[in-house]
Nanobody
Framework: QVQLVESGGGSVQAGGSLKLSCATS????????MGWYRQAPGQAREQVAT???????KNADSVKGRFIISGDNALNTVDLQMKSLKPEDTAVYYC?????????WGQGTQVTVTS
């Protein structure tokens, strides 16, 4: 199973920027897609952005124009550049990976946006 290590979370004022990174390890399986989800307290986990191995990108409407997902050619690492952050972006952000062996999740990284 793919192991995922996230980094880059933290606290920032509204209007600021943060970059999240996710690195894969523990597999030689072909990675089909990677993405970021988030979960705010008391809310369901929601999809933020995904990227497939043929470079198709999907963004949630709430982050379009503000967040950019990118990855290396093999999707061994994926970044989420977040700009113009809003207090409602506050959540635990999870990296996820879809590979031949199934789907894996990272442990999550906290993003806090203060007004």
């Amino acid at each position: 199973q793919v192991q995922l290590v996230e980094s880059g979370g933290g606290s920032v004022q509204a209007g600021g920027s943060l970059k999240l990174s996710c690195a894969t390890s523990g597999t030689t399986a072909r990675i089909l897609a990677m993405g970021w989800y988030r979960q705010a307290p008391g809310q369901a986990r929601e999809q933020v952005a995904t990227i497939t191995n043929d470079r198709r990108i999907k963004n949630a409407d709430s982050v379009k124009g503000r967040f950019i997902i990118s990855g290396d050619n093999a999707l061994n690492t994926v970044d989420l550049q977040m700009k113009s952050l809003k207090p409602e972006d506050t959540a635990v952000y999870y990296c996820t990976c879809a590979a031949a062996g199934g789907q894996s999740w990272g442990q999550g990284t906290q993003v806090t946006v203060t007004s």
